[in-house]
Structures are given as structure tokens and as C-alpha cells.
């Protein structure tokens, strides 16, 4: 079920009892791409999946990613209700969620954070900018190839050409102008020297094959944060929970309270 949240300017998804739990989808997916995980976690936490600001039905910012945080702090204060929140953020929303936690350390107990970092190499930040550049002079349908193979290694997709539709529409589906914003901040973007303010439990995973955010930015976000343990989930590219929602899954309950989290065995993709 939708509801606004961060007075009406968030959309997200709910469903389940118990402690909160929100999930922050990537920039070249959108929420559908905790589908394969959310029904299992909902049995144990009330998930809430957000629409990113500036996507789906989410009213977008100007301020940068630190105003996307902020607006994003609000809906965890506002769907928590009080109760500790959980964070899990997945690429691009992997970012969000860690610079939230920068500028509000009290605004979640745990953090997850798959396939992301604290800072891009110069190959990477290039690659923001031509995928912005490209976008603008020919809109997104020109860098669609580019951005499924940044989610999905070429054999998955072969695999799953009914799943690579679906995921190719729900891109199409972005607005270009927040697409751009979003790709020029990550081109610029460095937290390494802030992440020391994180103090709370960060659970770092990463697909073994992720080109998007490749595992050596993963360890080097671990090796940064105060209290973080690292995972890199095998046969994986940079949406992990879809790809391998049981191995997603398992990392996740070694680092969730045992008592909440009871995984039933989710369907392949």
C-alpha cells in the first residue's frame, strides 16, 4: 500500500509488522528492484520502499545529493514514528543513505549499504559525465544498453529477457533532468573524510561482478567506517537482491537481529 510521508512529499510503498525497515532502490532501477526480497523482509519489519526524490510519484529537490538526504531523512523520522530505523540503500541509494547518516547520526540505528562507496575513481566519475552528456543531447534511450550493463552482467540478462524489458521500461520511466543531477553529483562526490561520523553498525555488500560500483569502492568504504563489516555476495553485478534475493537475503540476517528475521526461501529470478 502507498502513503506520502515527509508531509506528502515522499511516495513509498508499505507492508508488514515490526520494527522499520527502508529500503533506497539505485539510480538506473527504480523500487520494483527490491520486489524478490520485500514480501520476506516484510514478515519480520514494516518495510518501507521509497520512490527516490524526482522519481515515480516523489517530489524532487534542488540542493544536490545533501538535499536529497535531507529529504530522505525526513521520510525515515516520519515512517519510523519513533521506533529505530533500519536503512538499506542499493547503488545510487546506497549514497543517499550513507550521506544521510553523515549529516543525521541519529537517524537510524543500522545501516546497509549494497553496491556503493564513498568516492568514485576518475574512470568512474568519466563515466557519470558521458552518460549525462549523452542522455542530454539524445535522451535516455541512447545509454539504456549502457545502463543495463551497469546493473546486469551480458549472461544474466541473456537469461532473463522478460526481466531485462521490464527493468529496461522502468528506466526509460526516469526523469532525464533528476537522471542528470543525480549523475553529475556522483561525479563529483567524495565522503571518505566524513565517514567517520558514522558511528552505528554498517553492513557492506557488493556484487562480485558489479562495474558499477566495483568491490575495491566497497572495501574502501569498510575500511573507512568505524564499525563495518563487508561481504562480497559471489555471481553478483549491482542489483544483488534481484539477481540473488536468497544470497541477498542470508548476508542480511547475519547482520539483522536474529530474533526478527526468519527467511523463508524466496523464488529464483
Avoid at 20 to 44: E, G, K, M, T
Avoid at 148 to 164: K, Y
Avoid at 185 to 192: G, S, Y
Amino acid at each position: 500500500m502507498d502513503r506520502l510521508f515527509a508531509n506528502g512529499t515522499v511516495n513509498a510503498a508499505q507492508s508488514g509488522k515490526g520494527p522499520p525497515l527502508f529500503l533506497f532502490h539505485s539510480l538506473l532501477s527504480d523500487r520494483a528492484s527490491f520486489d524478490a526480497i520485500a514480501p520476506i523482509l516484510s514478515q519480520s519489519f514494516r518495510v518501507i520502499v521509497p520512490e527516490l526524490p524526482g522519481f515515480g510519484q516523489s517530489d524532487a529537490v534542488s540542493g544536490g545529493l545533501a538535499a536529497v538526504a535531507d529529504r530522505m531523512a525526513e521520510l525515515v523520522k516520519d515512517g519510523a514514528g519513533g521506533d529505530a530505523a533500519i536503512v538499506l540503500g542499493n547503488g545510487y541509494g546506497g549514497f543517499v543513505a550513507l550521506q544521510m547518516a553523515i549529516r543525521h547520526p541519529d537517524i537510524a540505528t543500522r545501516l546497509i549499504l549494497a553496491d556503493c562507496g564513498a568516492a568514485f575513481s576518475e574512470e568512474g566519475r568519466q563515466a557519470f559525465r558521458n552518460m549525462a552528456a549523452a542522455s542530454r543531447a539524445k535522451g535516455l534511450s541512447v545509454i539504456t544498453d549502457v545502463a543495463m550493463r551497469r546493473l546486469f552482467a551480458p549472461e544474466f540478462q541473456a537469461q532473463h529477457p522478460d526481466l531485462m524489458a521490464d527493468r529496461r521500461e522502468a528506466f526509460l520511466r526516469t526523469d532525464g533532468e533528476v537522471f542528470r543531477a543525480a549523475c553529475n553529483e556522483l561525479a563529483e562526490l567524495d565522503l571518505r573524510p566524513e565517514l567517520g561520523k558514522v558511528r552505528i553498525p554498517v553492513l557492506v555488500l557488493v556484487g562480485e561482478h558489479d562495474e558499477a560500483t566495483p568491490p575495491p569502492m566497497s572495501i574502501e568504504l569498510a575500511a573507512g567506517l568505524p564499525n563495518a563489516h563487508l561481504e562480497i555476495i559471489p555471481g553478483c553485478a549491482h542489483v544483488p537482491q534481484l539477481q540473488a534475493p536468497d544470497m541477498f537475503l542470508d548476508a542480511m540476517g547475519d547482520f539483522l537481529p536474529a530474533s526478527r528475521l526468519h527467511i523463508a526461501a524466496s523464488p529464483s529470478v
